[in-house]
């Protein structure tokens, strides 16, 4: 039983690239998003001696990935998303989160960082083109450090004081 039958020819001319490889037949309708998101204004700041957070200004909704490191040398696209530094050991620390198309501020939250350390933040973010998400080139901030070490020590100490323990 045939399904299709072609009895007449519904385009005329010449075809060139794509179609004409498939017999005058296009394919795909082609056009899609093509273009990656601009990420800029990547912002590290330390909320504590053991905690930060991370900003970043974009044209593009959809996911990203950022990891805090040690080193000002951005990874790349593919070492931010597996929480990586550009050596591919682990970053100090990682994070996700899904940016919408404008200012991000505090979109990463990160915890277990050493303190008085200075870190930097790197960013990467695709968009959501289907079926192939366009990648933005991987950003990195300005350093910043965390806050010296914890109070508890300082709370023990002064309790120990007080109570006339030495």
Known sequence: MELLSRTGSIFSGTFSGAAADRGGVLLSGGGGDTTAPTLTSPTGAATGSTTATGSVTTDEDGPAWAVLTT??????DDQIKAGQDHTGAAAAASDTATLSAGSNPAAFSFSGLA?????????????EASPTPNTATPVTSSSFTT???SSVGAAAHYYSHMSGEQ
Do not use: F, R
Not at 115 to 127: F, G, K, N, P
């Open 71 to 76: 080193s000002a040398t951005t990874p790349d």
């Open 115 to 127: 303190a008085s350390t200075a870190y930097y933040l790197h960013i990467v973010q695709e968009d």
């Open 147 to 149: 806050s010296g070490g």
